[in-house]
């Protein structure tokens, strides 16, 4: 199942990275640099969540969230604000909004808080908090991970690591995007602190450590999690 999700922000730069990073999530969007015109779309379309900037032209993303809720619109919305808007925060989620994110972000904080509010809002399906692949489970929520039904350790950054590649499983990530989005390094940095890591949980989860059936090296480019969904 895909969710859409729609983007308000004016600042383009802002708009394209979060349109950019939750297409590789997975998710569908749209995206608006306006509050009327994300009114009118909000209003028209269907959408499982919104990210809503505070300081829009023509109508700010109070008034917006306002009117949605005013004419009983329940869609989740996650006002994204600067440091310097706090009382804006609180009357943000008076009129109605569900969050808030403050800039900057990064992608993975932004994907959390996302998860978290379509969880409370019931629009993930039952089983979401629950990753399987082959003889894998990874419990999102509770942090756990499971091989044949047997809990397995992992560090919250090797946890972070193989949920990041278990929700694109199957497809290549590049070590220099792992690098920045589980790490937050904003920079190309050393990614040898990525093979460590992939080493570590190749040790946890494959039968075979060095010839990986899971856990891919993709020549040139970086890792893929392989399995069967």
Known sequence: MEF???IVDDEESISTLIDYNLMQEG???AVVHDG???????????FDLILLDLMLPNMSGLEVCEKLREKGHKVPIIMLTAKSEEDDKITGLDVGADDYITKP???????ARIRAVMRRAGNHESNEDIISFNDI????ETYQVFKNNQPIEFTKKEFELL???AERINKPVKREVLLQDVWD?????????VDVHISHLREKLEDEPKKPALIK???GIGYKLEGQV
């Open 217 to 219: 090296t993709v020549r």
């Open 4 to 6: 859409r999700i729609l």
């Open 137 to 140: 489970k990874i419990n999102v």
């Open 105 to 111: 972000f990064s992608p993975k904080e932004l994907s």
């Open 36 to 46: 009327e015109t994300a009114l009118r779309l909000a209003e028209k379309e269907q």
């Open 163 to 165: 949920l990041y590649l």
């Open 185 to 193: 390094f904003d920079f190309i940095g050393d990614t040898r602190i």
């Open 27 to 29: 998710y569908q969007t």
